[in-house]
């Protein structure tokens, strides 16, 4: 599975962006989602989830009631929807994917279940 992220970029504080992950799989919904981010000098950190068992999962207590997270099977795309975006939430952004049955039938929320992971996109909010 190959997984490619794109719509990063730089925006101010309360602003909105919506990221794109294009999945490369014939059985794109039998695959669990997780969107993950990085701040420099921290760790991944998992943000929200996406599965058919678990549809929009939160992980980050932060994000909440400001992220949201969609998922498109026809086109194989899973999408990002970050709103009232705050400076903190600076990181590089990953969407990462592990088959279902792996997970277990339900969303994960640490880097260490992911098996595919896309490049990463860059999201900058200034203040």
């Known amino acids: 599975v190959q997984l490619v992220e794109s719509g990063g970029g730089l925006v101010q504080a309360g602003g909105s962006l919506r990221l794109s992950c294009a999945a490369s799989t014939s059985s794109f919904d039998d695959y669990v989602i997780g969107w993950f981010r990085q701040a420099p000098g921290k760790g991944r950190e998992g943000v929200l989830c996406d599965s058919k068992h678990n549809r929009g999962t939160y992980y980050a207590d932060s994000v909440k009631d400001r992220f949201t997270t969609s998922r498109d099977n026809d086109k194989k795309m899973v999408y990002l929807q970050m709103h009232n975006l705050r400076p903190e939430d600076t990181a590089v952004y990953y969407c990462?994917?592990?088959?279902?049955?792996?997970?277990?039938?339900?969303?994960?929320?640490?880097?260490?279940?992911?098996?595919?992971w896309g490049q990463g996109t860059q999201v900058t909010v200034s203040s």
């Open positions: 990462a994917a592990v088959s279902d049955r792996r997970a277990g039938y339900r969303c994960r929320d640490t880097a260490e279940w992911y098996d595919y």
